[in-house]
């Protein structure tokens, strides 16, 4: 009998191609953000005012994936920007191979922002790289304010909460507070944000977001090319 | 549910290894899963079970260790691991620590029964 030590990820395969995702991401200078949330917290909505509020210029473009359908690409379509559906047909998540044929026609080159809207599901997306610069998770106020403690390994991974359905909190007994202590136990560095993309409320917290993103994260690109690696 | 994906993975990474090893048999691949890695242990060996059937490898057992959620004590220094949610240090009661570990989904190791071919089980009678 002998014994191998291994010692590599489980999912090595999908973390082979989401760092090269990255690379290319930070090659082309574009921000990708993956929203994740459990199925009905309002991601599409959220994208619709998040798109209707850019001006046409705006260099950006969203991959949204859902088990069938296509259904939230032609509800995001009409905001004139390129919007492409990632059908799983029955896998519950992401991954980064699905990422990488999604953008195999389209030129990186002329876009400054990537959001990719992931499956439904609160826990399996939080496994599966997709060479991101962050995690958005997005909670609604009628899923209830536990949802960080029993699912904690998309809050952990996640620099971003949405809070978002704020228009609903005077029909629902959902606390506020508890709900970001919750958060900020399974990730004491999380920010948090609160939205209504119905009534539009907190949508310049999300906007500034993107912005600070968007810039911490050229920044972080001009610091890698500044300082070569030293030998 | 992608816990069946994962076992695959799993299974994946057993073969890459087993076409190094001509002749050999693959009998514990071995896991380690944090309690933030997001994956149910119960649910991985029951699909790597299923999956293990479609393989020439029938005894392979999956071994999964179970890693907690660890922090670092900015003040003292310790690693500790948390529980019930308290990130206090236990040494020295600080509050500023840092996470340390417990996101773990790695390939820990395998072990394999070498020249299993040569096994006299496996000499044809004239």
């Known amino acids: 009998m002998t014994q191998v030590p291994l010692q590599s990820k489980v999912l090595s395969e999908n973390q082979r191609i989401a760092d090269s995702l990255r690379e290319r991401f930070a090659a082309n200078q574009v921000l990708c953000i993956n929203l994740v949330s459990s199925p009905g917290s309002g991601k599409t909505t959220l994208l619709e005012r998040t798109l209707e509020g850019f001006p046409p210029e705006t260099r950006v473009a969203v991959l949204t994936g859902d088990i069938q359908t296509e259904r939230d690409a032609e509800r995001l379509a009409r905001f004139g920007f390129p919007v492409k559906q990632i059908t799983t047909g029955g896998i519950c998540h992401l991954d980064g191979r699905m990422i990488e044929r999604a953008l195999a026609d389209w030129p990186l080159e002329q876009l400054d922002l990537l959001l990719v809207e992931n499956v439904g599901n609160l826990v399996c997306p939080s496994s599966y790289d997709l060479g991101e610069a962050a995690k958005v998770v997005v909670l609604s106020v009628t899923e209830g304010e536990e949802k960080p403690l029993k699912y904690p390994s998309m809050f952990f991974k996640s620099e971003l909460l949405v809070l978002n359905k704020t228009d609903l909190l005077k029909y629902v007994p959902f606390d506020m507070n508890a709900a970001k202590e919750n958060a900020r136990k399974i990730h004491p560095e999380i920010e948090i944000i609160e939205v209504s993309s119905l009534t539009r409320d907190g949508m310049n917290e999300w906007f500034d977001w993107l912005n600070r993103k968007r810039h911490s994260f050229l920044a972080k690109l001009n610091t890698e090319t500044s300082q070569p690696q030293q030998k | ?126």
């Open chain 2, 1 to 126: 549910m992608h816990e069946m994906g994962i076992a695959q993975s799993i299974l994946d990474a057993v073969a890459a290894e087993m076409e190094k090893r001509p002749g050999a048999m693959p009998t514990r691949i071995g896991v380690r899963i944090g309690e933030l890695a997001g994956v149910n242990p119960e649910a991985l060996d029951f699909g790597f079970t299923a999956l293990v059937l479609e393989t020439d490898w029938a005894a392979l057992k999956l071994e999964i260790t179970s890693v907690p959620r660890r922090q670092r004590c900015l003040t003292c220094g310790n690693l500790f691991c948390v529980r019930d949610l308290e990130y206090e240090c236990p040494a020295c009661q600080s509050s500023q620590t840092t996470f340390a570990g417990g996101d773990e989904l790695e390939l820990d190791y395998l072990e394999v029964e070498e020249n299993h071919d040569a096994s006299p089980l496996t000499i044809q009678s004239p």
